[in-house]
């Protein structure tokens, strides 16, 4: 599966999220002969669950999945993985991630790529406008999420 369309997969689910009224980041775990085996999308509002990022749900969408799968396969996702997301795909031994856009947030690129994982942004327009649509309507929901980014 080429990057783009395992982007759109990820950008699909955070339109559901938005949709939901979530904060709109998504997320997708292919395998590396293009089989999607989860996707997800961030729930911390629709959940009331802190840790119910995009990737996590994308790996709980999966399920038990073979460590060798694992090690060839990319996540891709809407916006740079935070440091817990970035946390568990070093856990998995994903080796590959593809983020939608790190303007609004840099999260864990350095530490992914200090532990020999690809991190590859392709700087999508689309992903950026979407999450800065929400955080535009809803500044309190993202900097409840974001309190690093909160000026008082």
Known sequence: MNDEL????AYEEAVKSYEEGGIPIGA??????????GRGHNERIQKNNPI??????????AGRVDAKVYKVATMYSTLASCFMCSGACLLYGINR????????VQGGEELLASKGVKVV????????DLLQKFIKERPQE??????EEFEA
């Open 6 to 9: 395992g982007l759109q997969i």
């Open 28 to 37: 997708a775990l292919v395998s590396a002969d293009g089989v999607v085996l």
């Open 142 to 147: 993202w900097h409840q999420a974001h309190p």
């Open 121 to 128: 942004n392709m700087n999508s327009e689309k992903c950026y």
């Open 97 to 104: 991630v593809v983020m939608g856009e790190n303007k609004t």
């Open 52 to 61: 119910l990022h995009a990737e996590t749900a994308a790996l709980i969408d």
